[in-house]
């Protein structure tokens, strides 16, 4: 029998990231698919990162992760959004060549130290004493790990519907893994229903580019990943079209015969990522809803039409799409569908997503309720870190609120579970100003270099950057007089008085190009650099104003509360809410002031409660 | 885990009084009602019983409750034993209960921090209560049952869900950006955010509630021999005496508080104002202290030469029973202390007056902490309004929410707590 520290089922972003984190921290780690040439396949939308998930795709790539560097290996076009606002909601968006994304994550995976791929369909977990011990496959080979890391996407119980068509599986062509899924079932775990729905896929060439808006990818170098010098394909552009009347008549007419409106399909759908039907049904009076066309990638003619996901039959998705301008002759290669699929509440699991009824047992990516490539991705990757630390007895890198939207989504998730598929978004971090996607380096590679799970090109890259800081510190703390500035033309007051280089930067009109003269060759050394660091001088006063914020967020981070608290004996508490704090189980009492519903009043009981519990626990001692 | 004490305490006035009201509260309520009463009522009905202590020498005819936790006002088991409320009584049933085991005398305040740590109640609830039974007057009385009430706590729920409104818009603006439907934030956005920081302006400049407790400031200035002594006298005597104590009563300086018409009033009589320069070191302090409390007066009833006293001071021309020493041709109120006349109306007057500095019973008023926090939110508010970067915007609103959070209570230290707790009164 085969053993191993942790072995990771599936082979998506989820999985990937989770079996090269484990690997990277060192643990001999399996990463088991059902098809390992389907190991790093874009299953929807060939967007990588945009708001809140560029946040998360550097993240990911600062604790040396894969998706950032595989999206530039696939990026022909690149769009940095939100632009006109300020720098800490910027969102780093790319479309990925399919073939060129899996090629460069199939690389990846198969140089990555201490990582074994193994073809085969995962059966059942191996369990010993209530604790995971290894996983079966379908072949009969068992294989030995204490830690197993689900990342099996919609496996559970997906169903896929197409008007009135019925498929069962994941992915079109693939099956759902149903046995592992029995067991899971078994277990007793709380469950709930989601649905999720992809648009048809257009032939480009069947698409009058001509006539429609443009949308050129943004002329700029930036890049996902720092470890990427130079953008390495050709650019291409997508465009803009838009639904039309004729097209909303033809889905009112036929409404009925969407699984969404039949009644077949009963889960939450996304809030913010509808599909066309349910659009037109409850924004009716609309003249008509944009539709992005995303070409899928340099070798292929097939077009993403984003904002048109639909589980409408064939017919009516053909009749709508003709209605679009540029579209009148469009030819649809595979049409949408909607998959409705199980997920686990992940309120079930602890902060590092480790189921606690199963101990050993990880899960990430889909089956805790979200959605998205980039939300996968962070997920695995926490997963697949601590995961290898437990086995090894070592640390994973320390992520809260304050450092991290990982954290902020782990958190999110394991206290307030999930009504709809759970999206990355800004307004979820209310650290915001601090967690730029610019500056996710500073704020998590040194965590992970002290956490033993960054190689050695990015670890030589931050130290060069680390050198460079030190350098810019040095300039920066130079104390310059008005005059000096507004000699050079700068926007400022002569009589303004000295101050540091870094307090002018506050000053509209002083950009980090600005300063050249001071800084010398320095200035043009590393200008994200710059950028960085001109944007921290800018956000100064408010981060310092949030210092007193995270002081009291520690200190109730102190108050630990056990997972067997007894909400129910605390007064004051509503049944409501001693559910919500029982199935969140949250660690602290930080925690428990994000369980949603738990008001002022409730939570200075806890307060109360807690700390009496502490000092009994003392004294019985 | 060892069982919380059951407290007690006469939550009632000091004895002797009519009734004597002992409350107890805790896990040994009932039991306590058992051993004292012999039997258990049903809850929440009064019934006469005849109280024995532990070797059944009968203590007291009287009237018990029983109100089974967690609806009650602490949240835990309640008992009240309403006795009769003579001093030898009243320490006979204290007596019988401390003999009880796992009983004990309740701490100031200890009823009140149980309500607030079993979530009867919130923070600004458990400051009105404060208030409210520090209350000596009327208005004072009046004015933090508002509070204790809720209202303040409902009104903060009301700003708080006005706010998320407007963060709402703003975060749709930063993450939707390229839906249309979020593309800009409306015109009228900035007008709202606008019309919640003049309201909340409104809020802050009404008088604040600890002017309740130190009643309305009225002093008395003037030369020596203007009369201010007698005038002072003649304002304070047969009215009600407030017990609160007032720091700062000095030799120099004589501070009474008393309640006029239910409004609480701090009558202050000060050294004669001289030039510094030609008194003697030791009366020069008693001036200078006589200015500090002119600088702290709500209003000034000067009794020097007309025209002489400070700013916005009522002349007042005392001493009309003899030939006045500083005869005054437009003066506010004539009065004599000695025969009292004119000395109703000026009474009178100071009501309105008071009226119109303290705060109106029925309108919550802010103390210094809530008046801190809700300057906090309208700061931001004002910064929201100025910037136009949308995600500054944003950040100026989360904090705004999270001032609003703090006001009622959420994410409290227990210094605070304990600072709030030391406030009240054994038996509340």
């Known amino acids: 029998m085969a053993n191993f520290d942790v072995i990771v089922v599936g082979g998506g972003h989820a999985g990937v990231e989770a079996a090269c984190g484990a690997a990277r921290m060192g643990a001999r780690t399996a990463l088991v698919s059902f098809d390992l040439a389907a190991i790093g396949a874009m299953s929807c939308n060939p967007a990588i990162g945009g708001l809140g998930k560029g946040h998360l795709v550097r993240e990911v790539d600062a604790l040396d992760g894969v998706i950032g560097r595989a999206a530039d290996a696939g990026a022909i076009h690149y769009r940095m959004l939100n632009r006109s606002k300020g720098s800490a909601v910027w969102g780093p968006r790319v479309q990925a060549d399919r073939v060129r994304f899996k090629a460069a994550v199939q690389q990846t995976v198969r140089s990555q130290q201490n990582l074994t791929l193994v073809q085969g369909e995962a059966a059942a977990l191996v369990l010993e004493g209530g604790r995971v011990a290894g996983l079966a496959l379908a072949d009969g080979t068992i294989l030995g790990a204490g830690r197993v890391v689900l990342c099996t996407g919609t496996f559970l119980g997906g169903i896929l519907y197409r008007g009135e068509e019925r498929f069962e599986g994941g992915r079109i062509g693939e099956n759902a893994a149903k046995r592992l899924a029995a067991q899971l079932r078994g277990a007793d775990l709380p469950m709930a229903r989601l649905k999720t729905g992809t648009p048809p896929r257009l032939d480009g060439r069947t698409i009058d580019w001509a006539a429609l808006e443009e949308q050129p990818s943004d002329d700029e170098g930036w890049t996902m990943s720092p470890l990427t010098a130079r953008r390495l394909n050709p650019q291409v552009f997508c465009a803009i079209t838009r639904t039309t009347h004729a097209g909303h008549d033809a889905i009112r007419a036929n409404l009925h015969r969407s699984p969404l409106f039949s009644g077949a399909i009963a889960a939450a759908g996304p809030r913010y990522c509808p599909s066309i039907e349910d659009k037109i049904h409850r924004f009716g009076d609309r003249e008509g809803h944009q539709v992005f066309l995303e070409p899928e990638g340099l070798d292929t003619h097939i077009v993403y039409p984003n904002g048109i996901s639909t589980s409408l039959p064939v017919d009516v998705q053909e009749t709508v799409v003709r209605t679009m301008p540029g579209c009148e002759a469009v030819r649809i290669v595979q049409p949408g569908y909607a998959v409705e699929y199980d997920h686990i509440d992940p309120r079930a699991l602890t902060p590092d997503l480790q189921l606690r009824a199963i101990p050993g047992l990880y899960c990430a990516g889909q089956i805790n309720g979200t959605t998205g490539y980039e939300e996968a991705a962070a997920q695995g990757l926490v997963a697949g870190l601590e995961a290898a630390a437990a086995a090894l007895g070592k640390a994973a890198p320390v992520l809260d609120r304050a450092n991290s939207y990982i954290a902020v989504m782990v958190d999110d998730l394991t206290l307030q579970g999930v009504t709809e598929p759970y999206r990355m978004l800004t307004a979820r971090a209310e650290y915001r100003l601090r967690l730029r996607a610019n500056n996710a380096a500073t704020r998590l590679t040194g965590l992970g270099i002290a956490a033993g799970c960054i190689g050695d090109e990015r670890r030589a890259w931050w130290e060069r950057r680390e050198a460079l800081r030190e350098m810019f510190h040095v300039k920066h703390s130079e104390r310059i007089h008005a005059r000096e500035l507004a000699d050079l033309g700068l926007p400022v007051r002569h009589d303004h008085g000295v101050k540091t280089l870094a307090e002018w930067l506050r000053f509209d009109g002083v950009t980090p190009d600005a300063l050249a003269p001071w800084l010398g060759e320095l200035a043009a050394s590393d200008p994200a650099l710059a950028d960085e660091l001109a944007e921290d001088a800018a956000y100064a006063p408010y981060l310092a104003r949030q210092d007193a914020e995270l002081r009291d967020l520690r200190a109730s981070e102190a108050l630990p509360l056990a997972a067997d608290f007894p909400y129910g004996v605390v007064p004051g508490l509503s049944n409501e809410m001693v559910e919500r704090l029982t199935k969140a189980a949250p660690g602290t009492l930080a925690a428990a002031g994000r369980v949603p519903g738990v008001t002022p009043a409730a939570l200075s009981a806890l307060l109360v409660h807690a700390r009496r519990r502490i000092s009994d626990g003392q004294q019985a001692a | ?428």
């Open chain 2, 1 to 428: 885990m060892p069982q919380t004490p059951t407290i007690f305490a006469l939550s009632s006035g000091a004895p002797p009084a009519g009734v004597g009201v002992i409350r107890v509260s805790g896990p040994a309520a009932y039991s306590a009602l058992l051993a004292l009463a012999g039997r258990v009522p049903a809850p929440r009905r009064a019934s006469l019983a005849r109280l024995s202590d532990a070797s059944g020498a009968p203590l007291d005819e009287a009237l018990v409750l029983w109100f089974p936790g967690p609806n009650t006002a602490t949240g835990e088991d309640l008992t009240e034993f309403h006795c009769h409320g003579g001093r030898a009584v009243i320490a006979a049933v204290e007596a019988a209960l401390a003999a009880l085991p796992g009983l004990r005398r309740a701490e100031p305040g200890e009823f009140t921090r149980r309500a607030f740590a079993n979530g009867r109640i919130d923070l600004a609830e458990a400051e009105g209560l404060g208030d409210l039974l520090a209350a000596e007057t009327e208005w004072q009385r009046a004015a933090a049952l508002v509070n204790a009430g809720g209202a303040l706590s409902r009104q903060v729920e009301a700003w708080r869900e006005r706010v998320l409104a407007l963060s709402a818009e703003v975060e749709g603006v930063l993450d939707f950006s390229d839906e249309e439907d979020a593309a800009d934030l409306p015109e009228c956005f900035t007008w709202n955010i606008a019309a919640l920081k003049e309201e909340l302006s409104e809020w802050l400049a009404r008088p604040r509630s600890e002017r309740l407790g130190e009643g309305f400031r009225v002093v008395l200035a003037g030369p020596p021999n203007a009369g201010k002594s007698t005038l002072f006298n003649a304002l304070v005597d047969s009215e009600a005496a407030i017990t609160s104590p007032i720091a700062g009563t000095t030799r120099d300086v004589i501070e009474r508080s008393v309640a006029i018409g239910g409004v609480p009033f701090t009558f202050v009589d000060t050294a004669g104002l001289r030039d510094e320069e030609a008194a003697d070191p030791i009366e020069a302090i008693g001036i200078g202290r006589a200015r500090g409390a002119l600088a702290r007066a709500d209003v000034i009833l000067w009794l020097g030469p007309e025209g002489e006293g400070p700013e916005s001071a009522w002349e007042i021309a005392a001493q009309a029973d003899r030939a006045a020493i500083h005869p005054k041709s437009s003066a506010r109120f004539v009065v004599s202390a000695i025969t009292r006349a004119g000395v109703p109306m000026l009474k009178q007057a100071l009501v309105a007056a008071a009226r119109q500095g303290l705060p109106k019973p029925g309108e919550a008023a802010l103390n210094a902490r809530q008046h801190a926090r809700l300057a906090e939110v309208a700061e931001a508010l004002a910064a929201a309004e100025r910037l136009s970067d949308p995600l500054l915007v944003a950040e100026e609103l989360r904090r705004a929410r999270l001032a609003l959070d703090r006001l009622v209570g959420r994410a409290t230290t227990e210094d605070m707590l304990d600072a709030l707790f030391g406030r009240f009164c054994i038996g509340k």
